[in-house]
Structures are given as C-alpha cells and as structure tokens.
C-alpha cells in the first residue's frame, strides 16, 4: 500500500510541470499566485519534494483542476481505468481491471524481437484464458507447440507447463484474463528467477 503511494506522490511533480507549462505559467508567477515559495515548487516538480495536501491544494486552485486529477487518482464514479502498464519479463501487462481479487483482465503486449526467445514453459495453480489482438502468438501447452493468429482464444490450466511467445518475432498483442494465482505469478514474481 505504501508503495502504491509512494508511486502516485512520485507522479505528481511530472505532472505538475507538465501542466505548468502547458498553461504558459512560470515558477516566479506561480509562486505569486500560490504563496508558496519558487524553491518549494521547483523542488516538487522536480520530485525531491514530496506532495503534501497544502501544497497540492493552492495549485489545484490556480489550475482550476480537481485535486484528484493532480495525483492522478481515478475520479469516483469515473468509469475509465487509468492504470500504469507493469513490465515483467520483457513483455507489457496494461491492467484493464482494477477490483480486489478474482479474476483480472490485462492486455498484454509481447514485444518483436529479431531472436524468438527459447520456450521456458512454467507451471503455477489457477487458469489463464487468452485472445489475439494482433500479431501470431506461439503458445506451448505441454507437448503441444501452437500458432495462434489474431481472433484465436484459448484456455487452459496452468499447472500444465506454458509459455506464451511471438510466432514470427513480430509484437504480439492479446487479452488475457489471470486469476489470483496467475496474478502472483506473472506480475509479483522475482523477474530474475524464471521466465514467462
């Protein structure tokens, strides 16, 4: 949970001199408007000073923006996802669901690679179901060594040994849908310990 905090506190300052700048203020002027001093706004732009709620609150203002828009924090009631993509493994997992527990959707993006990786099928409890956006996806179920093109789904269980590639070493874009245990798996495993 922290680090989930960390995360967003850490976004902010980007963001911040992003919109800054996009409405053509300078930090002289900003501190003006705000009261608060040109060092502690460049220091917060810049990362090196964290977010507090009395600095966000005057900038929210001058901006005319929803403090939530500022930490980048989904609105209420806001039906749009803006989740950050993970990278585990050399492959893209954009989340597309964000409810606790049960089954998480994720678009997942393979990327093209002159070399096809060598098959490294692994094991794990639960199931994975899969659909191809684009590209040709190499899936190795077991013994089987399979070519999926785009608008092909599978499922399968995951305690048989998988592994999911690119066919032809161009990208490769699917749905795929974890449960908790894929979830633990493929995004909250050591990367540098085996590989998808």
């Known amino acids: 949970m922290q680090d989930d905090m960390d995360e967003v506190l850490g976004a902010v300052g980007p963001r911040l001199r992003a919109l800054r700048r996009h409405r053509g203020i300078t930090l002289a002027e900003l501190a003006t408007t705000t009261g608060v001093s040109e060092s502690t706004l460049s220091r917060l732009e810049s990362g090196q000073r964290r977010a507090t709620l009395e600095l966000l609150l005057p900038l929210a203002r001058v901006y005319d923006v929803p403090l939530d828009d500022l930490v980048g924090a989904p609105r209420t009631g806001d039906p749009r996802i803006h989740l950050k993509p993970i990278t585990r493994f050399g492959m893209t997992f954009v989340p597309l669901s964000r409810r606790p527990g049960g089954v998480h959707a994720f678009k997942m993006i393979i990327p093209a690679r002159p070399e096809p990786l060598e098959p490294a099928p692994q094991t794990h409890d639960g199931f994975e179901w899969l659909y ?35 066919a032809d070493g161009g990208t490769v874009e699917l749905l795929i849908l974890f449960d908790p245990q894929g979830m633990r798996t493929h995004l909250h495993a050591d990367p540098h310990r085996h590989s998808h």
Request: aromatic share 6%; net charge negative; glycine share 12%.
């Open 132 to 166: 191809v956006l684009t590209g040709r996806l190499r899936l190795v179920l077991g013994d089987r060594d399979l070519t999926l093109p785009v608008g092909e789904a599978a499922e399968f269980d995951t305690s048989m040994p998988h592994w999911l590639g690119s």
